[in-house]
């Protein structure tokens, strides 16, 4: 076991002394809302939306794309927990900003190991051998932030499982000042 596992689990025996009240929170979210978001660590909904336990289911992934996965996430939400919104939240200084889709295919055909972030984006520094599956993942790289909140939130809003009644909104959250934007 590794030691993060261990101070994990560790953390969670002192969390289940105090859980409480959190056994009796619904699977329904009480403010009827899922927030599609970047899995980026620097983002709590929790904190900066002022999301508490059970208010809201939250979808996340790499850059907070409505990828099929994601729409499989949201239909259900809705559908059958009766989520009544959906927002959408992107963020500045964003990985998936600063990489292309063909640049994340080469890094892994090069090598598997951790690139490194550099000013020109990332630089594969590990040896090989990599692997050419990278090849049929989209990777939904993007260069504008804010285009790339518009395109999820129009894909949402047109797709077909998705209702004309839920309401569907696009955010950037400010990585360096914390602040949301509302994106038109």
């Given at each position: 076991?590794?030691?993060?596992?261990?101070?994990?689990?560790?953390i969670n025996a002192r969390y289940v002394e105090n859980f409480g009240e959190r056994a009796r929170?619904?699977?329904?979210?009480?403010?009827?809302?899922?927030?599609?978001?970047?899995?980026?660590?620097?983002m709590e909904a929790h904190e900066f939306a002022g999301l508490g336990d059970g208010d809201a289911h939250i979808i996340r992934n790499?850059?907070?794309?409505?990828?099929?996965?994601?729409?499989?996430?949201?239909?259900?939400?809705?559908?059958?927990?009766g989520t009544e919104e959906f927002v959408v939240i992107h963020h500045t200084d964003c990985g998936l900003e600063k990489v292309t889709d063909l640049q994340m295919r080469e890094l892994?055909?090069?090598?598997?190991?951790?690139?490194?972030?550099?000013?020109?984006?990332f630089v594969d520094v590990?040896?090989?051998?990599?692997?050419?599956?990278?090849?049929?993942?989209?990777?939904l790289a993007f260069t504008d932030g804010e285009q790339a909140v518009r395109d999820d939130v129009t894909r949402l809003r047109n797709h077909a499982l998705i209702p004309s009644r839920i309401k569907i909104s696009g955010l950037i959250f400010d990585t360096r000042t914390g602040k949301l934007t509302q994106i038109e």
């Amino acid at each position: 076991m590794s030691k993060l596992l261990e101070e994990m689990l560790a953390i969670n025996a002192r969390y289940v002394e105090n859980f409480g009240e959190r056994a009796r929170l619904s699977v329904f979210p009480k403010k009827k809302v899922a927030v599609l978001m970047c899995m980026d660590s620097r983002m709590e909904a929790h904190e900066f939306a002022g999301l508490g336990d059970g208010d809201a289911h939250i979808i996340r992934n790499a850059g907070g794309r409505a990828t099929d996965d994601a729409i499989r996430s949201l239909v259900v939400s809705y559908k059958l927990l009766g989520t009544e919104e959906f927002v959408v939240i992107h963020h500045t200084d964003c990985g998936l900003e600063k990489v292309t889709d063909l640049q994340m295919r080469e890094l892994l055909a090069s090598s598997l190991e951790t690139a490194e972030r550099s000013e020109n984006g990332f630089v594969d520094v590990g040896k090989g051998p990599g692997s050419r599956d990278g090849q049929y993942i989209e990777w939904l790289a993007f260069t504008d932030g804010e285009q790339a909140v518009r395109d999820d939130v129009t894909r949402l809003r047109n797709h077909a499982l998705i209702p004309s009644r839920i309401k569907i909104s696009g955010l950037i959250f400010d990585t360096r000042t914390g602040k949301l934007t509302q994106i038109e």
